[in-house]
Structure formats: structure tokens, C-alpha cells
């Protein structure tokens, strides 16, 4: 077959050349009107005919047209078309301007497809390369704050390779299918975070699986955020696309190989620490105790001779105000990435190698990344193309911060009592491998955890793919495309024999392995009916299989401490996980265009899934779209307004679960549980254990479906110099696929059903100005504005509350109908004549009430404002991210409380006092004015957070922060030439450099205890966070 | 050209509907069975049941029934929180009764050779939902564990489902009758699953009329008419001796050990005398040794004449502590000793239900309860002569001498004392008998000591019909108060 094939293309090849044999030839070189530069790639076509060539590298095309007149059509998105007489010149020179009527550059939609985006129906968001790089991030998420509209990111920790959390349009699935698909290249690879350990106990926020990505590898990348725009992916797209372009090969100046060098260093320090009190002691009840690591409503501090936590010498009481920059170090990061590329008319070439060494803020703490990136395409010949994208990083970590709860490894701002001398926690281990110099006998030394303890991981992620273009026939390419994303991460959790809480030592080998292959098939033909209509049509197939494999060793009781064998612990629990998955997809697609002016999109896709039932595994998907510039279709042609689109789409699509949810399951067991993991292993005096599973399989299960509509607008006045793009969007999802919580008596915890939908509605709205451009300066800024309202519409019959998170002490994020996610939980009890919170009569203390929805933990809107100054070769730029709206329930705060550590419990320390927010209801029912006092200060603020109650440590999440902040100079042409270097940049950054407005105490407003990994919430709760960093740095760019 | 491609295109259109139905037929978890034998499910059922069983509702709780002065987390001041509640709750219904509910109908539809398969889960389901009982009131029992039928199931009040306990408990008797009637022709093995006793079905059958007066006795302190199924259970064959007593067994290994023992390793530096964990109340602490009870050396180290810690406090290094010798890794967790059945019989005698000696029937009690702490429990670290033994039970008032209110208050406080290191049994007693007379901590925010757990939110959030929380102090059905 493939012979029949290439004789064809042959034959073909021939005819071609055959035909205009006898012609003459027109050459010339096409350059930029702007700075004189040669433009390569630009189409050059003898209008009315097929006849056509592109520029080389410099510039230069040559083109065979028939022997008398015709006309040359000079084509290059973003540029102006020019049309010239050919006449009886042999040679013709053309320079082209920028048209600033048309959109800058093309965009990469589904399936890799380039598009114009005049032709787009649908909204999509794009960052460039430089706009990620203006103050690194390790974490290429975090990177796009405030750059792009429609996406909400939350950072989860100031860990080093700490995860990052990116939800596109809301949330679409009540079951935690909110994370965007992303495409590298063309190639799906996985971005899943997996908790080792629970989220709610020692949890290690280990990094989401995009931080391979390296932001200096990166051309592009824009976020397909409506049905429409990413129907071509299929069931996987449902909720959202990043597709990332990386950088290809081109020449230097000159047509010289390009080296580009770029050094950063960078300095992290705490972005947030709290006001802490240093006017009481540690200890209880105004008594000193040196004991208490959490707890400082000792005695007034004044000097009175005491014993010193820790040595126990007798010392006057005094306060260590030191304490947090004694234990917290400075952070010091190098990002180092040197790369070479090349190109001419039939190859191109770039290897980039990026090394990432970073030193955290946590004592012990780094991170090394090695990126190594390969790519190269070769024009074999007109009609076959091939390129390929080798990617390798290997990551390793160790002194990872431990968030949550029920770890002994835990150690947070709220473990600093003032009275304890941080400098005497070293050493914390004796010759004999003890561990001394601790504040008791139960907590550990908080440099023993962090020293002595391993937090380690070490990834090695390769991602690869192949591309061959053939293209058979004119206007007919064929796109074949295989891609390999094989991801082994090894998780390596130790406490040392002597650690408290872990007494005799563990040590927990955790190695998860994540495979993904992807095969497209992409065929497209593209055929001009006639002057005015224009047909494009594309068939695709698509082939993709996740395999996930988890083995894990966890050991106990180790006979030589240090010694990691599982001879040497006398107990082992080894577990094994592993799920594979593939889908099938057929997709179509036609568009026509009108003038283009108007062009209809059409798509149609359908999966099978192996997750489905086999019967019912088969999901069909449409798509329309709608793109209609009415600046050209009205000839409207003025200086006000320069260019005008409307753009309307309308999209389902589908989406399968997770494998292995169909039969009823039996599993067998390593461990019976038991409060603080006092676990049982199997097997037990010889037995093994089975239990059942906690949740019924469905009887029938049909595929989620999500309907989209978007409407938008594109609009450019006074030339390009202000640009507004609006977009209203409406999704509904329903038959949902959830695991749905019954009543435990049942004997089952959950079944899996289809049920419950969720409604997502929002704008999009973002300007992009130049308010100044005078001489050389200019000022561009970009104000981005977000707003989704996700409404839970429908829950399964009778459920009013479907749990999507648990936090601590009855804390919840839930699913409600009519409302977005709400933060659950117990407030104080309300008098309902007068509102006003229940004291009891006794005490003098606030009373616990019934649990209630808090609110919403999703934003109301977030909104970026991203400016640039340029002024020569000078350049500034700062992003502003805002996030309105949501809670944040903070157990962090409500520690800082309980334990009287910072300033604003220093009031009514001495003697008792009155809580004046309550009122007290008498035994006849009537109020009075709250007149009992309370006992002691202590009591007050134990009190808040006592039996559960959550509300005084819920607050409102709203920022301001000063986001990034970098300032370049690039060295002008006449130095430059002076010295070997094409370039030369210098540069100073900084990233999360203020939080200009928060109204939660303490902390960074943005911590919170969900990753990504947790079902696609990463909103509402915060607990015992690694604090997060503020940083600053210095970047040097060389170009050869 | 076009052809050819056109061609190519439906050929594959052809070819991969056919090869994708084969391919996508991988939805098998290949880490887990779509059954499972009950030799394998049964001793999941034991452990998870004693893991629970020793951490929530044991390690926690001591303290309520006032043995401990203080544990770690407990509800003895009035609040009991989800993890508490939810963990209890959970145990009982998805990983005890969920699974035993399987392996009873898999059992009963093997047919009579697999009555012992179907006697076990019963009886385990009859101690599951006793125990749920005493910790919640009413639950959900004849709509529970049948999710298909009954998605929201009813709760049913405490007289209901103690007497429904009764019911499950005869009928497993029948069943067990009915297995020894077939001599072990075509029966089931089941000696590798029953981690209680090894498939022995007499001892089971024992296991299951002792429970079962342990039950009537809670329902005859609010309905005297049980009386005769008392008596009827006293003539039918009971855990006689401590050979016979009902325990989980601990092979004492890392991960095969007892929670009480876990705990200290964990956390602390594996013993609880240099540790200071656990320390006795002041109340158990007085009360044994003002009577020289000889119990006191195997439950309490003094560490040379340390005093007890306050109730409410943990001990410190001027405190006694609660005795490493029972906080071992091999401690059994016990299920039933015939010390308590004597007691019983003790009190009923008294109250005129049996005839016989009560008194001896007390001291009989006394003794095996001595006896089973000093000499018969499996590895004790101290052990009592007999001599001390009888010296201790000869000076225990003879209940003859006594008035009948007297005698009665000898006996509830000597099940008081029996029920050691099981603080649902002790506190089911306290609760039933009202001795001895527990105030509660100072630092309480109810009027008694506890009466009840609240409702676990996973219940409560996905079942309408649970009940509304009442407070913590608010006495159950069976305490008739």
C-alpha cells in the first residue's frame, strides 16, 4: 500500500514540474518594513493559480510562472498581503509592514492545529515565551497568574517543587475530573499529583506532573478553555486544554547557528510570617511550663529567673524574637540554561539544557532539576516532513515540609513559643544517634525531622514524540504523530529510629510509574471553491493508553537504624497498585469559510472508552463554530475602530471515569486500621484478610456530558493600540459520574451512579492597551478579568450535600444544590431575635451551633494587570494578581490562637473579661447583654475552635498581590557589536513580592491542604501549610 | 491519488471497530477478586473488628468509666468528635457487619454444612450491633445491611434492637445445633478463618448464650419479663471456666500486637512506666487497694509508693502508672470471661430470678476474675500464687451478711472491677448499675459522666432518618432512668 503511495507522489511530482517546465523564474528577497530584516516563510503565490513557494531563512524565494504577466501574492499572518505585477521584471524585492488589523500570530488549537485566529469561533488564551520567563518559576503553572483569562491557580505550598493547581472555566465535574488536559507538542502527557500518605494525614506536597515542563523550553501556551475549542480532544478535553509549543530551531543572525546562554539567581525568603506576641512565656494558665511547643499563656515576661526550655539551666525569662529566621533559611535557587539552535530551508535543531539547584527555606530542604530538551524537523522533500521532541528531566528533592496532621514530622508557624531558644534545638542529634535538645518527650526536634528524616523524591520523566507530515496531494497533508510520556517517580519517607511517634523507625518506599501513549492520525484537505468560498476538511484518529503502576514497601521497626533494607524491619506491608485504560477516537471536522470574513466550524468525535461499560462505551460529541470579522464583512474601515470580530460556538462533549468501577471488588488487605495508624497487618498469625469494597458498582453507567455555549467579541480601535476581547460562556454538565456517599448502615460507604449536574456561567473579559508610545518609551498593559459562577444544579435524589474534601474538625468542602462549593462547617450558635452569637451562662463562653454552609470557596473573580515599559533597551514589567472572593478556612490561624502566639491575644491577659460579641439567652427565653466573664484569656481563645467550631477561622480569601516584577536591560546594537555576543541581557526579578491587600491574618491567603491531587478542589481549607516564599533574583542572557 | 487514500481510510475505518472491542475489554482490576473465600473474609472481620475495638473504643475510652485517669482524645468531658464517632460508626457497619453480610448469604445458600459459616457472622452481627447500641442508642437494625431494599434505613429504638441481638443470638444456636447434627459430613472447614476459636462450633455456641445474657440483662433493667429466658440461658451451656473464655489473640509481633502496646511504642519509648502515658484514677487506684486487692500490683505500677495521677491529668514522674505487665504486646483483647457470667448469676440470685447461693456464685466470680488476671492469662509478666488469690477472696464480705441493696453493690462493684482494660463493658456496667458512683471531670461540659456518642456526620449527612443529636449526658433506653 505504501508503495502505490509514493509512486503516486512521484508521478504526481513529475507532472507538476513537467507542466511548467518551459517558464521563466522570478526571484527576490521579502523584508520587514520595520527594521529591514529578511522575513522567512512568507507565501509567495501566482494569484489565480497553485503556483507557489515560501522565503527561506533569508528571506530569498524563487518562483517559475508562465512566460507573460500575472500577479505574485505576498502572504504572512500578521502582515499586510501585498499583490505586484510581476510585468517583465525577473527579479522583485518586497517589503511587508505588520497589519494590525489582523490578530499577531497564528495559534495552535486541537490536534496541533495552526490557526488563524480570525477563523477561531471560540476564546482562546495565550502566554509567549518571554512572558514566562520575566521572574522564573519552577512550577510553569504558577507562571501564568494573571497572564491569561478564564483559569483560577492556587499554589498549595512554599515547598520546593511544591504543586500548583490550574481549574479552566470552573468546575465541571462533581467527581474531581477538573484538571485541564495538557498537550505537549501534540502530545498528552500527565499532570496528576499523588498524595503519598492522605491529605489529611503527613501529607508531602509533592509537585503535579507540568513541572517537567521547563519554562525556557516553551514557544507558547495557550489554554483552550470552551467545548468548542477543544471538541477535537474528545472526553479528555471536558475540562479544559493547555496545549504548550516548545521552541524550534532557528538560525542566528546571518543565518549562524544560535547559542543562547541564561544565567538566574534568586533568593527566597518568607513571603508571610505572622505578628507574633513576645510579651508572654510558654506555659498555661499564667504558669511558665517550658514544655509546651504550642502554647504561650505563661507569665508576663519580665525578666524573673527561670529554667530555659530545652538545656533546663536557670536563666531570666526573656523572649527570642530570632526564632523564625533561626529556623526558616534563605532560600537560594540557580536556574542555569544554556541552548543551541540552527535552521535552513530543510532542517532545524534545538538542544536546551536547563538546571534547576534550589535550596528551600526548610532546613535541609533542595531541589535538583536537569532538563535536557532535543528537537529537530527535516524537510525530506516537498511532500514529507518529520520532526522530532525528545524530552528528559530527571528531578530529585529532598527535606520536604509536612502539612495536615497526625505526623510527627509536622512542624509549623505555630510552633514557635517565644520563651523557647530556637539556637539550643542544635544539635539535635548525640553521637549515638539519639535525638536530644527537645522541649519534652513526646514532640520531636524540629531540625531532628528535618536533618534526620527523609521527605526525598527522585523523578525521571521522559517525554518523546514523532511527527511525519506527508503531504500525498496538493492541499492534502497527513499527520502522523506518536508520543511517549513515561514518568517514574520514587517517593522515599524515613523516620529514624528515635523520632517521636515513630519510635522504633519506618522507612516507606512509594514508586509510582505513569505510561502514556498517543497515537493521532490527522488528515486535513483544504479546497478553494472559488474567489469567495473556501472549504477545509480534517479526519482524525486517535489512540491513547495510560497505564499506572504503584508499588509500595512501607516498614516498621528497623534493627539498625539507617539501614533501609526490608530484612532489617520487622514488619513490611507492601501494596501494589495499578490501572490501565485506553480510548479510541474518530474525529471530523469541516470548515468553510466566507471572504475571509466569515468562517463555520464543524466538528464531530467519537470515543470508546475501556473504562465504560463494553455495551455502553461508545460517545459521540459535536461541535459548531462561528467566526464572523464585521469590520471586513461591513467594510467598516476607520481609525476608531480597526478591527471587529464576533464569534459564537456551541459544543457537547462526553467524558468516561476511572477504570475498574464496574465489578464488585474484593480486595485484598494489608492492614486493619486503627485511630493514630495503631494498624494491624495482614498476614495476621498467618492469615491473609479480604474485605469487600466500600462501594457498589453501578448497575448501568452512560458517559458524562457536558453542553457548552460561548459568545464573544474581538475588537481593535485606534489601530491596534486598545484591544478588547469579551466572552460570555455557559456550560452545563450532567450525568455525572460520582461516587455517591450512603448511609454507612447500609454496609457500604458509596455507589457509583450517574447523577447530579453542575452549571458553569461566566465572562471573560481582557484589554490590552498601549496608553503610551511616544519616541522610544512605550507602555503596554493588559487587564485580565475572569468571573465563573459554578452552580451545583442537581445532586442524586434525597442528597442534599455531596462531600468533595474533607478538612479537620467536622471542616468541609461540599456540593450544594442551587449554590458553587461551600465550605461546611460549625459556627457558634446564633440567638435569632438579635442574631448575635450564644454565650453560656456559665462560662461565659461562646456555645457551638448546628453546621452550616459558610459560603463559597471559589473566587468571584480573579483579575491580572500585566504591564510593560520600554524604553531603548530597558524593560519593565510587573503583574498584579487579584483574586475576589472565597473562603479560607485557616487551621494554621486557629493554632496561632489556641496556643496565645500572636499579638492579638496579648488583651485581657491579666484577669478575667468579658465577650462582648454575645449575648446571653435566660431560662424564660428572653436576651441580655453578655455579663459573665470569662475565666482567663486562654480559655477565650481555646474556646473559639472547641468542640469543632470552625467559624472564627473562616475567612474571606480575597488578594492583592504584587505577583511578578521583572526589570531588563538589553545591551544596544552599537556595543554589541563591539563584543563577540548577538545579544546580551541583564535583568533583575522578583516574584510574589507583596501581598497588598488580605484580610487573613498570618498567612498567605493562597495556602491551602488540597492539591491538585485532591478531587480537583484546591480551594477552602489551609492547614499547618509550608509557608510560602517571596523572592528576588538577578538574570544575565547571553546570545552567541 | 484521492482514491487510494479514500481507500486507505475505510479500510482503517474497517479494521478498528473490529480490533477496539478486544481492546478495550481490560476493565478488570488485576489487583483484586470478584470473591473471596470466608476463611479469608472472616479474619479480616476478627482484626479489623480488634483494631478498632482496642484504639477507638478502647485506648480512648478508659477513662470514661473513670479505670484511667486520663487518655489521650477522649470524649469524657462531653464531646465527641466526627473522627471518633465516624471511625466507631464505620467499623461496625461497612468493615464488620458489610462483610459479614456477604459471607452469611454466600454461607446460607451453600446450605447446611456451612452453618457454622452463617452461626459466626450471626453472632459476630449480634455482638456488632449490641456494642452499637450501648455506644449510640438507637441504630438502624432490621433495615440495615440491605442497601438494595432499604438505601435509607430506619432507626430502631434500643428495646428493638437489644431483643432483635436475643433473636440472632438463638437463632445462631439453631444453626450451630443443626451443623453438629450432620456429625462433619460435608461440612465446611472454616478452623483457618475463625481466629476466635479455630472452628470449635461448642465454643462458639458457648460464646453465643453467655452474650446473650449479657444482653437480657441490660433489656430486664427496663423489662422484668425477660427473666425466664435468663433463666432458660443459665440452663444451656456457657463459658464455664477460663479456659474457655472468648479472646482475640495477639501473636504480640510488630503489627500483630495490641493497640495499648502500639501506642507507647509509637509515641513514647515502649513501656508506659518510663513513657507516663496511662496512669490509674485515683477512684480504681483507692478502691483496690483499700480492700488489698491483689489485682492492684498487676494493673498499677507504683514505681516505688507513687500516688495516682488527679482524674483529668495525665500521670507525671511523681505519679503511679497503669502496669506495663497489661499494656504487653500479646494482651488479648477479651471478649467474654465466665467471671462475669457469675457475677451475674450472683445478682440475680439475690434479686430472687435464680435460685442457689449467691454468695458463692460472687465469690466463684471474684475468683476467676483474680484468677484470670494473676495466673491464667496468656504471658502476664506478674503473676499471683494461689495463695494470694484465696487470701484476697476470703476477705471479700460474705453478700449473706449483707443487706440485699448491699450485696448488690458488692457485686456491680466487682463486675466494675472485672471489666478492666474493657471500658464498653465497664461502662455498659456503671451505666446499668449505677455503681460505683461516677461524677464527672471537673473540666466536663455535661452534668454525668458520658451516656452516648453522638451520630457520625457520615450518617447523619446521607441518611434523613437519623435522629437528631441529643446531648452526651442523656441517658439511653436500657439505664432506665
Known amino acids: 500500500m505504501k508503495k502505490i503511495l509514493l509512486m503516486g507522489f512521484v508521478l504526481v511530482s513529475f507532472a507538476c514540474s513537467f507542466v511548467y517546465a518551459q517558464d521563466r523564474t522570478i526571484s527576490g528577497k521579502v523584508t520587514s518594513t520595520e527594521d529591514g530584516t529578511t522575513l522567512p516563510g512568507v507565501n509567495v503565490v501566482l494569484k489565480g493559480t497553485s503556483t507557489g513557494t515560501v522565503t527561506d531563512v533569508d528571506g530569498n524565494y524563487k518562483l517559475t510562472v508562465p512566460s507573460e504577466g500575472g500577479v505574485l501574492v505576498f502572504s504572512f499572518i500578521g502582515l499586510t498581503s501585498q499583490e505586484v505585477e510581476i510585468g517583465a521584471r525577473s527579479v522583485i524585492d518586497v517589503q511587508m509592514a505588520a497589519d494590525v488589523t489582523q490578530l499577531s500570530e497564528v495559534v495552535v488549537t486541537a490536534l496541533g492545529l495552526e490557526k488563524n485566529p480570525r477563523e477561531l469561533g471560540y476564546a482562546v488564551s495565550g502566554v509567549k515565551a518571554e512572558d514566562l520567563v520575566v521572574a522564573r518559576e519552577s512550577n510553569v503553572i504558577s507562571a501564568l497568574n494573571g497572564k491569561v483569562t478564564g483559569v483560577t491557580i492556587q499554589q498549595s505550598s512554599g515547598n520546593l517543587g511544591g504543586s500548583s493547581n490550574i481549574i479552566v472555566r470552573g468546575i465541571t465535574s462533581l467527581s474531581g475530573n477538573n484538571a485541564p488536559l495538557w498537550v505537549v507538542d501534540g502530545v498528552p502527557i500527565n499532570n496528576q499529583q499523588t498524595a503519598t500518605g492522605s491529605r489529611i494525614t503527613g501529607n508531602r506536597d509533592f509537585s503535579n506532573g507540568a513541572v517537567a515542563l521547563n519554562p525556557d523550553d516553551i514557544e507558547s501556551i495557550n489554554v483552550l478553555k470552551g467545548g468548542a475549542a477543544s471538541a477535537l480532544y474528545g472526553s479528555r478535553a471536558a475540562a479544559g486544554v493547555i496545549v504548550v509549543t516548545t521552541k524550534k530551531g532557528k538560525a542566528g543572525q546571518g543565518g549562524k547557528p544560535q547559542i543562547t546562554v541564561n544565567s538566574s539567581v534568586r533568593f527566597d525568603r518568607l513571603f508571610t510570617r505572622p505578628d507574633y506576641q513576645f510579651e508572654y512565656s510558654g506555659g498555661s494558665f499564667a504558669k511558665y511550663d517550658s514544655s509546651l511547643r504550642t502554647t504561650a499563656f505563661g507569665e508576663r515576661i519580665i525578666g524573673q529567673e527561670v529554667s530555659k526550655a530545652i538545656t533546663g539551666e536557670r536563666v531570666p525569662l526573656q523572649a527570642y524574637e530570632d526564632n523564625v529566621d533561626e529556623y526558616f533559611d534563605t532560600g537560594v535557587s540557580l536556574i542555569n540554561n544554556v541552548s543551541l539552535s540552527d535552521a535552513n530551508e530543510r532542517m532545524d535543531y534545538r538542544l536546551s539544557l536547563t538546571s534547576l539547584n534550589q535550596e528551600g527555606i526548610l532546613p535541609n530542604a533542595t531541589l535538583d532539576r536537569l532538563t535536557g530538551n532535543f528537537g529537530a524537523g527535516v524537510k525530506h522533500a516537498n511532500w514529507i516532513k518529520s520532526r522530532f521532541n525528545i524530552q528528559y528531566t530527571r528531578e530529585t528533592s529532598q527535606g520536604t515540609g509536612v502539612a495536615g496532621a497526625n505526623d510527627p514530622n509536622i512542624f509549623n508557624l505555630a510552633n514557635f513559643v517565644p520563651t523557647t531558644d530556637f539556637r539550643d534545638f542544635r544539635p539535635w542529634i548525640d553521637e549515638s544517634g539519639n535525638q536530644i535538645n527537645t522541649v519534652n518527650n513526646q514532640d520531636n526536634n524540629p531540625f531532628w525531622v528535618q536533618f534526620e528524616n527523609r521527605n526525598e523524591r527522585e523523578q525521571d520523566r521522559f517525554i518523546g514524540s514523532y511527527e511525519l507530515t506527508i503531504t500525498p496531494i496538493e492541499n492534502l497533508n497527513v499527520v502522523s504523530r506518536i508520543g511517549l510520556d513515561n514518568w517514574v517517580d520514587e517517593r522515599f519517607i524515613t523516620n529514624r529510629v528515635g523520632t517521636r511517634g515513630r519510635a522504633t523507625g519506618t522507612f516507606d518506599v512509594d514508586i509510582l510509574q505513569r505510561r502514556q501513549l498517543n497515537i493521532d492520525i490527522v488528515s486535513t484537505y483544504y479546497k478553494k471553491i472559488n474567489e469567495d468560498i473556501s472549504l477545509n476538511f480534517l479526519g482524525a484518529f486517535n489512540y491513547n493508553r495510560r497505564v499506572f503502576e504503584r508499588d509500595r514497601l512501607f516498614a516498621e521497626s528497623l534493627s539498625i537504624p539507617e539501614l533501609f533494607s526490608p530484612g532489617n524491619a520487622l514488619t513490611t506491608t507492601p501494596t501494589r497498585d495499578e490501572s490501565e485504560r485506553k480510548l479510541f477516537g474518530v474525529a471530523g471536522q469541516a470548515e468553510i469559510s466566507y471572504k475571509d470574513w466569515a468562517t463555520l466550524t464543524l466538528t464531530a468525535r467519537n470515543d470508546w472508552s475501556s473504562t465504560l461499560p463494553l455495551e455502553n462505551n461508545s460517545y459521540f460529541y459535536p461541535s459548531a463554530s462561528l467566526a464572523f470579522v464585521f469590520t471586513d464583512a461591513f467594510q467598516i474601515s476607520n481609525n476608531i475602530l480597526s478591527f471587529g470580530k464576533f464569534r459564537a460556538s456551541y459544543a457537547q462533549v462526553g467524558n468516561d471515569t476511572n477504570p475498574y468501577q464496574l465489578d464488585f471488588r474484593f480486595f485484598p488487605v494489608t492492614q486493619a486500621t486503627g485511630q493514630y495508624s495503631l494498624n494491624l497487618n495482614f498476614p495476621f498469625d498467618g492469615r491473609l484478610g479480604f474485605a469487600k469494597t466500600n462501594t457498589i458498582p453501578p448497575v448501568t453507567l452512560i458517559p458524562e456530558d457536558q453542553i457548552t455555549y460561548e459568545f464573544g467579541t474581538e475588537l481593535q480601535f485606534f489601530n491596534g493600540r486598545l484591544g478588547l476581547d469579551v466572552t460570555y460562556f455557559f456550560s452545563e454538565n450532567t450525568n455525572q459520574i460520582l461516587n455517591v456517599s450512603i448511609p454507612p448502615s447500609t454496609g457500604f460507604a458509596q455507589r457509583t451512579v450517574n447523577v447530579g449536574s453542575i452549571d458553569n456561567e461566566g465572562i471573560e473579559i481582557s484589554i490590552d492597551a498601549t496608553p503610551v508610545e511616544v519616541g522610544n518609551f512605550r507602555w503596554n498593559t493588559i487587564v485580565n478579568f475572569s468571573h465563573v459562577e459554578s452552580t451545583v444544579t442537581e445532586l442524586a435524589p434525597g442528597l442534599d450535600r455531596f462531600l468533595q474534601a474533607s478538612g479537620f474538625n467536622s471542616v468541609q468542602v461540599v456540593a450544594v444544590p442551587g449554590r458553587e462549593f461551600q465550605l461546611f462547617g460549625i459556627p457558634y450558635e446564633r440567638e435569632p431575635t438579635t442574631g448575635r452569637i450564644v454565650i453560656d451562662e456559665e462560662t461565659g463562653l461562646r456555645v457551638p451551633g448546628a453546621a452550616k454552609n459558610y459560603g463559597s470557596v471559589m473566587p468571584d473573580f480573579t483579575m491580572g494587570f500585566v504591564n510593560n515599559f520600554t524604553y531603548k533597551g530597558f524593560s519593565l514589567s510587573a503583574t498584579i494578581d487579584w483574586r475576589q472572593g472565597g473562603l479560607l478556612r485557616s487551621a494554621s490561624v486557629e493554632a496561632l490562637w489556641d496556643g496565645g502566639l500572636t499579638e492579638e491575644t496579648l488583651r485581657n491577659r491579666e484577669g478575667t473579661f468579658i465577650d462582648r460579641a454575645g449575648v446571653i439567652v435566660q431560662s424564660d427565653g428572653t436576651v441580655r447583654e453578655n455579663d459573665v466573664p470569662v475565666r482567663s484569656a486562654e480559655d477565650f481563645w481555646a474556646n473559639l475552635s472547641a468542640n469543632s467550631v470552625s467559624e472564627s477561622t473562616v475567612f474571606d480569601a480575597t488578594f492583592v498581590k504584587l505577583r511578578e516584577v521583572g526589570f531588563s536591560y538589553t545591551l544596544p546594537k552599537s556595543v554589541i557589536d563591539k563584543i563577540p555576543f548577538s545579544g546580551v541581557q541583564v535583568g533583575v526579578e522578583g516574584r510574589n513580592l507583596a501581598l497588598l491587600y488580605s484580610k487573613v491574618p498570618h498567612i498567605d491567603p493562597e495556602a491551602n491542604l488540597f492539591g491538585p491531587g485532591q478531587a480537583g478542589v484546591g480551594f477552602g481549607v489551609e492547614r499547618a501549610s509550608v509557608p510560602s516564599t517571596r523572592s528576588f533574583g538577578f538574570n544575565v542572557r547571553l546570545t552567541f | ?481
Open chain 2, 1 to 481: 491519488m484521492k482514491k487510494i487514500f479514500v481507500y486507505i481510510l475505510s479500510l482503517m475505518m474497517l479494521v478498528l471497530p473490529m480490533s477496539c472491542e478486544e481492546a478495550l475489554d481490560i476493565n478488570t482490576d488485576p489487583q483484586a477478586a470478584t470473591s473471596a473465600d470466608p476463611n479469608a473474609v472472616l479474619p479480616y472481620v476478627f482484626v479489623q473488628y480488634a483494631a478498632r475495638k482496642t484504639t477507638e473504643i478502647g485506648t480512648r475510652i478508659t477513662d470514661v468509666p473513670q479505670h484511667f485517669a486520663r487518655t489521650f482524645n477522649s470524649p469524657r468531658n462531653g464531646s465527641t468528635t466526627s473522627f471518633l464517632t465516624g471511625n466507631t460508626w464505620n467499623m461496625y457497619y461497612t468493615q464488620v457487619l458489610g462483610n459479614l453480610g456477604l459471607v452469611e448469604a454466600d454461607a446460607r445458600e451453600a446450605g447446611t454444612g456451612s452453618n457454622n459459616i452463617t452461626a459466626i457472622a450471626v453472632i459476630m452481627q449480634a455482638l456488632s450491633y449490641y456494642e452499637l447500641t450501648v455506644i449510640f442508642e438507637d441504630i438502624p437494625f432490621s433495615e440495615s445491611i440491605n442497601g438494595q431494599e432499604f438505601p435509607l434505613p430506619e432507626f430502631d429504638d434500643q428495646g428493638t434492637v437489644l431483643r432483635g441481638c436475643v433473636d440472632l443470638l438463638n437463632e445462631a444456636m439453631a444453626l450451630i445445633d443443626e451443623f453438629e447434627a450432620l456429625g462433619g459430613a460435608g461440612t465446611f472447614n472454616v478452623s483457618s478463618g475463625d481466629l476466635i476459636f479455630g472452628g470449635d462450633m461448642q465454643a462458639w455456641r458457648r460464646f453465643a448464650n453467655s452474650l446473650k445474657i449479657r444482653i437480657l440483662m441490660l433489656i430486664r433493667n427496663v423489662d422484668a419479663s425477660v427473666e425466664s429466658d435468663i433463666t432458660a440461658a443459665f440452663n444451656q451451656p456457657l463459658i464455664e471456666s477460663n479456659a474457655q473464655a472468648t479472646l482475640f489473640n495477639y501473636p504480640g509481633d510488630p503489627g500483630q500486637d495490641n493497640a495499648w502496646k502500639q501506642i507507647l511504642v509509637d509515641f513514647g519509648t515502649g513501656f508506659n512506666a518510663s513513657s507516663e502515658f496511662f496512669g490509674p484514677s485515683p477512684f480504681i487506684s483507692d478502691l483496690l487497694t483499700s480492700t488489698n486487692d491483689p489485682r492492684f500490683e498487676l494493673f498499677v505500677d507504683t514505681r516505688g509508693g507513687l500516688p495516682p495521677p488527679a482524674l483529668d491529668r495525665f500521670p507525671t514522674g511523681s505519679n503511679s502508672v497503669i502496669n506495663d505487665n497489661v499494656m504487653r504486646a500479646d494482651m488479648p483483647n477479651i471478649w467474654f470471661l465466665p467471671s462475669e457470667l457469675n457475677l451475674y448469676r450472683a445478682e440475680l440470685i439475690i434479686d430472687g430470678v435464680l435460685s442457689g447461693d449467691a454468695d458463692e456464685a460472687y465469690r466463684t466470680g471474684v475468683e476467676q476474675a483474680v484468677t484470670f488476671w494473676g495466673q491464667d492469662i496468656n504471658g502476664a509478666q506478674i503473676t499471683l500464687t494461689s495463695s494470694q488469690i484465696d487470701t484476697y477472696v476470703n476477705s471479700i464480705p460474705d453478700l449473706s451478711t449483707l443487706s440485699n441493696e448491699d450485696a448488690k453493690e458488692q457485686i456491680y462493684t466487682q463486675q466494675y472491677l472485672e471489666s478492666f482494660l474493657r471500658p464498653l463493658l465497664s461502662w455498659t456496667h456503671v451505666r446499668r448499675t449505677g455503681v460505683p458512683a461516677l461524677d464527672p471531670p471537673a473540666s466536663a461540659t455535661i452534668s454525668t459522666i458520658l451516656k452516648r456518642f453522638t451520630y457520625p456526620p457520615t450518617e447523619a449527612a446521607a441518611n434523613p432518618n437519623t435522629p437528631t443529636d441529643v446531648l452526651t449526658d442523656e441517658p439511653m433506653w436500657f439505664e432506665n432512668m
